[in-house]
């Protein structure tokens, strides 16, 4: 019987027309494998521009996304064109917007070592605007034809004199990381340096009606005191040398974010738990005694009904009439700053809290009698998650309580000892002191009793207590946590703790996770 025949038989295998597929060429990129086809000499080249086309595609996609839902829809409004002024193939492009009548000068930076990036306008809004959303739409545009001014300037570059360039540039790392391995000579001249430090400044964008918060590099006087401050940005202050770094400086660098071709974010509330306390907090560059405070909802008896407001808004009610009082949406609660005292609080509460507040210092009306059962209803939810401060006649009197001072210690398997101060409520719920649910709804002997924390001593007695423990000693982890990998210092931890433990200052919890490191150290010591 007759085989058919293969039309395809004896056709030969083609690497390039196999590596076309731009799914396969991408997998084999990242695989570290390249494809040569016919022309072994030209290939490379093809490859190497390619794949730097497809760096800035990923980059620009990144600046894409980085902007906000509302910048999006700004710059989707922006009508104009784009135009070329200067192209740098591995660090972006300098360009003109021509929107309507008005011209303005942008940049796009880009790192590709460190997926990073960097834009400005001079439009005067804040980093990532409209503008800023434009030009990555335009610029996307360009690197999608092929034929484009952008595209030939990417492509355009010799092969050899981009291979020489990385050389180069390897040359100049290998020279960096060789002079900091160095062994530093005890006879070296010792140069006299001003000390420099960190300041983590809160900027108001009116514009916007946003927060930003970055950090300042501050140097040292000779006479005392320190200068006003460089302002910088995160990706600085991640590059920067650590040995100058305060415990303040290491929590914060923990809790900035830093995804591929995004540029790195600092969540402002988490921030703010950290510098509460310190002196490395300032607004609009001068430099603000910071304390945190739960966010309490506040109901008071007043002629013809009630009156509704919250802590942070009877906060800036208070204040004198003509004083420069500023308030700001943190994501997780609201921040209210008293420039004039150089005093700033930050109300600790959940997302949107900025709404209630809002509100509540705009609309101050009273609430009827009538509507008193329709409130307390919708409030009754929130007793049990906040601070709720109800009138004596309806949740009965105040009763000041301490919480109980708590060491919650947790064994690692490399043998460190984490270690953090919590305060245990009445509802033998652990929270951080200064922080969480500051008031409790209760009935006894058939009357009701708001029993309320007293925070300001908890955070005194925390800082009292972290200096006798020594756990300053550790590494900070967090506000009231610290890491111990010293085993001195954690024997004579939970030596002290043993102390005030007979004292009846305080409790020391074991975290679940140390039971079975226990078992193993018994089963080796036995």
């Keep these: 019987m007759a085989r058919n025949k293969n039309d395809r038989r004896g056709e030969r295998f083609d690497p390039g027309t196999f590596a076309s597929n731009p799914e396969i060429a991408r997998m084999l990129r990242e695989m570290g494998i390249g494809v040569l086809g016919a022309n072994s000499m030209m290939a490379p080249q093809k490859n190497v521009t390619s794949e730097l086309l497809d760096e800035w595609r990923d980059a620009v996609g990144g600046l894409i996304s980085g902007h906000s839902v509302d910048e999006r829809r700004r710059g989707e409004r922006v009508k104009g064109s784009l135009e070329l002024k200067s192209v740098n193939r591995e660090e972006g492009c300098e360009v003109v917007l021509k929107c309507g009548a008005s011209t303005y000068r942008a940049s796009w930076k880009f790192d590709l070592d460190g997926r990073t990036f960097s834009t400005s306008c001079n439009c005067g809004h804040h980093d990532l605007c409209e503008h800023t959303y434009f030009m990555a739409v335009k610029i996307k545009d360009l690197l999608g034809n092929p034929r484009s001014e952008l595209v030939t300037k990417i492509l355009g570059e010799d092969l050899a004199d981009r291979t020489l360039k990385q050389t180069f540039s390897m040359l100049q790392s290998l020279a960096r990381n060789a002079q900091m391995a160095l062994p530093k000579s005890a006879d070296a001249p010792v140069i006299d340096k001003p000390l420099t430090r960190f300041v983590w400044d809160v900027k108001l964008d ?73 002196d490395q907090f300032a607004f609009d560059r001068d430099q603000c005694e910071l304390e945190t405070r739960p966010l309490e909802i506040i109901v008071q008896e007043v002629e013809g009904g009630l009156r509704l407001s919250t802590s942070a808004t009877d906060l800036m009610s208070a204040q004198p009439e003509g004083s420069q009082t500023f308030f700001a949406d943190a994501k997780r609660g609201v921040l209210v700053v008293l420039q004039e005292k150089r005093q700033a609080v930050y109300f600790s509460g959940p997302p949107h809290s900025s709404d209630i507040c809002n509100h509540l210092r705009k609309q101050a009306d009273i609430i009827p009698l ?96 972290a200096t006798e423990l020594k756990l300053k000693r550790g590494v900070p982890i967090s506000r009231c946590g610290w890491r111990i990998s010293d085993a001195d210092d954690i024997s004579n931890l939970l030596s002290d703790a043993g102390a005030a433990v007979e004292r009846g200052e305080l409790v020391v919890l074991w975290h679940k996770d140390s039971v079975s490191r226990f078992d193993v150290i018994g089963k080796l010591t036995a």
């Excluded at 514009?207 to 930003?212: A, C």
């Excluded at 400086?249 to 995004?262: H, T």
């Excluded at 008193?372 to 009138?391: F, W």
Aim: with cysteine.
């Design 370 to 465: 009538e509507k008193k059962a329709a409130l307390l209803k919708e409030l009754e939810p929130l007793r049990s998650c906040m601070a709720v401060r109800l009138p004596e006649s309806i949740a009965g009197k105040d009763v000041p309580y301490n919480g109980q001072m708590t060491l919650v210690l947790q064994l690692r398997r490399n043998g460190m000892l984490d270690a953090s101060i919590q305060v245990r409520d009445r509802n033998q719920m652990l929270q951080s002191p200064g922080e969480g649910l500051a008031r409790i709804h209760e009935t006894v002997d058939e009357k009701s009793v708001q029993y309320v924390r007293n925070l300001a001593d908890e955070v005194q007695r925390t800082r009292e207590l």
């Design 206 to 278: 009116r514009h916007y009606k946003s927060v930003h918060l970055s950090p300042c590099l501050q140097q040292e006087k000779k006479n005392g005191g320190w200068t006003k401050g460089k302002e910088s940005t995160l990706e600085a202050f991640l590059k920067s040398s650590r040995e100058q770094w305060t415990a303040i400086d290491q929590q914060l660098s923990e809790l900035i974010k830093q995804e591929r071709w995004q540029t790195p974010t600092l969540e402002l509330a988490d921030a703010l738990r950290v510098l509460a306390g310190s």
